[in-house]
């Protein structure tokens, strides 16, 4: 019985000596947590002072991803919280329109939370009407100081319109057509820019081509972003996101001036910033609100001004983008 109890107690001894590193070795990576944790909230506050500051706040979540150093921040109790009583306007630095691809988790690949980017989410990460309307909203009123045009790798959306274009397309349920027109300019321009690239090898020309068709139809559609842009409040940025790494290929920025500049050229291009300013802007009316001719429209087209976020802007959107 004596050497059982020897060997018992020294047991004992060992169980409270691993206790007891298992302990020390928790409390390191709750502080670590929390200095990450820490840091993020910095990082992401200083993001949204700027746009440089936003896309290179997003670059790094992105890399953290990547690498598998995601530490998940603001997915806390208290994020959520937060989340229920303070406006995300004050809080979300990047509005980002993406693909519905299921490979595509927003958030988690630029290894961000809750309230901290502004997501429209559409198969082929088109720019049409709803969806520039959702990006107006995250960029005049979220204030986010960046929106990214997010492309993804395999995108099915983009390869459905290259095969029609093929002659190889199949029946369609009656509301795709109208969602996938927006993309079809995109891969005609990608196989005329590159006639020599065969078959389903135009893809990946054509998912780049879809997402500066998509910064163009925007322009297009939305004075008040190409507003924001004009005056440097908010950056507008494309990517391509790679399905197989996880990895963000950013686009040259410089692009997007240029189809800028292509678009402020176009007599085709909408007008007024503003709904219901139809007649002109600049009078000083609430566009909408008191407008009895025009309120019952804008009850359901007014693109958010009824929401829960403040709406502090007088005339144009952009004119009162404050960070
Ligand atoms: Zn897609």
């Known amino acids: ?103 595509v988790p927003v958030e988690l690949l630029f290894d961000a939370g809750i309230m901290d980017i502004f997501v429209i989410r559409v198969a082929g990460n088109v720019c049409d009407t709803d969806e520039v309307g959702s990006i107006e909203y995250g960029l005049a009123h979220v204030k986010t100081p960046v929106l990214v045009v997010l492309g993804h790798t395999q995108c099915g959306a ?37 006639p020599d690239v065969e078959d389903d090898d135009i893809i990946p020309h054509a998912i780049e081509e879809n997402v500066w068709q998509g910064i163009e139809d925007l322009f297009m559609k939305s004075p008040a972003t190409r507003d924001l842009v004009k005056s440097g409040k908010a950056k507008v940025i494309g990517a391509i996101y790679d399905v197989g790494t996880g990895k963000v290929d950013w686009l040259p920025i410089e692009k997007t001036a240029e189809i800028l500049k292509k678009v402020e050229a176009d007599p085709k291009r909408a007008m007024n910033p503003m709904a219901g300013d139809d007649h002109g802007h600049g009078h000083g009316h609430d566009h909408g609100h008191k407008h009895p001719a025009k309120s019952g429209q804008q009850a359901e087209q ?10 502090s802007h007088d005339k144009a959107g952009g004119e009162t983008h404050k960070h």
């Open 158 to 194: 983009v390869t459905a319109v290259t095969h029609a274009i093929h002659g190889e397309g199949h029946a369609l349920e009656r509301n795709i057509p109208p969602l996938v027109d927006n993309i079809q300019p995109a891969v005609k321009r990608a196989i005329k820019q590159h």
């Open 1 to 103: 019985m004596k050497p059982l109890n020897g060997l018992a107690m020294l047991t004992l001894v060992f169980c409270f000596l691993f206790a007891g590193a298992a302990n020390t070795a928790l409390a390191q990576d709750d502080s670590k947590a929390d200095a990450a944790a820490k840091a993020y909230a910095k990082g992401a506050a200083e993001a949204k002072k700027s746009p440089d500051k936003a896309i290179a706040f997003l670059k790094q979540g992105n890399e953290r991803f990547v690498m598998g150093k995601s530490i998940h921040p603001n997915v806390t109790a208290a994020r959520l919280k937060q989340a229920g009583t303070e406006n995300q306007g004050d809080h979300a630095y990047a509005t980002v329109i993406s693909c519905s691809d299921s490979r």
């Open 302 to 311: 007014g693109g958010g001004h009824s929401h829960s976020e403040k709406s």
